[in-house]
């Protein structure tokens, strides 16, 4: 897998966002409505599915561009960009199909204990991690053999932006469709990587579910970030 070295117009896209010496501290933010998708388990991927039903009654699910996510937030987030392009939006910009493709799907989910299964099963099968069994729940319950590529285009709708640390370079891991990376390792293009891993990799809460490691990206070793740096990365996107 080829990586590409971030230049430094990509650099200023992807480190954190904070007024830096090299920045234009006149800039506007540019138009549109983010969506930030926090962490919390499945309390979170659950509470997060009453947010996606009332922006979408009252017409601005639609609206988003730019969807952000980390840990029990990814799972709902994921699920989201799956289904984005088959949503059904009417005139007044609600999409009918919401529930069937998007909330019922994860609402089986929370009747899944995948935690306990994934950490058994990671200690006693040979070369399996309890983070590959916690993308394989994750590909079983929900995403099948979707990649980052099965996302929507920024022209199809929001990008979505599913956040993750790497435990190698300590910095913030963004895994999108145009691309992965951070800021240090570099950017791969037009990733193929699953959807079920970079779930995985965001919800990988330490000690007993991180790290997630990826055997095609040497320099790559990524977790959940821990603590308050949950939310500075999903508001860093």
Not at 161 to 184: C, E, H
Not at 209 to 227: A, E, T
Request: glycine share 8%; aromatic share 6%; with cysteine.
């Amino acid at each position: 897998m080829e990586i590409e070295k971030v230049s430094s117009d990509a650099a200023q896209n992807i480190q954190p966002a904070r007024i830096i010496e090299t920045d234009d501290p006149t800039a506007q933010p540019k138009p549109g409505i983010a969506l930030c998708l926090s962490g919390g388990g499945y309390r979170a991927m659950l509470f997060h599915l009453g947010a996606l039903w009332r922006l979408n009654e009252v017409g601005l699910l639609k609206s988003l561009i730019r969807v952000s996510s980390v840990s029990g937030g990814s799972i709902t987030a994921g699920m989201l960009g799956l289904m984005w392009k088959k949503l059904q939006f009417d005139s007044s910009n609600t999409a009918s199909n919401l529930s069937e493709l998007v909330i019922d799907p994860i609402r089986r989910l929370a009747n899944v204990t995948v935690d306990q299964g994934a950490i058994l099963w990671g200690i006693l099968l040979p070369r399996k991690t309890i983070a590959d069994e916690v993308a394989q729940a994750y590909r079983e319950h929900l995403f099948g053999s979707a990649t980052l590529q099965d996302l929507p285009s920024d022209n199809e709708g929001p990008r979505f932006v599913i956040n993750a640390t790497n435990v190698q370079t300590t910095v913030l891991w963004r895994f999108s469709k145009p691309f992965m990376g951070d800021y240090r390792v570099g950017l791969i293009r037009n990733p193929q990587l699953d959807l079920a891993i970079a779930v995985a990799a965001s919800s990988a809460f330490p000690p007993f579910l991180s790290p997630c490691r990826s055997n095609s990206i040497p320099q790559l070793l990524i977790r959940l970030p821990k603590g308050t740096s949950k939310s500075n990365h999903i508001r860093q996107t």
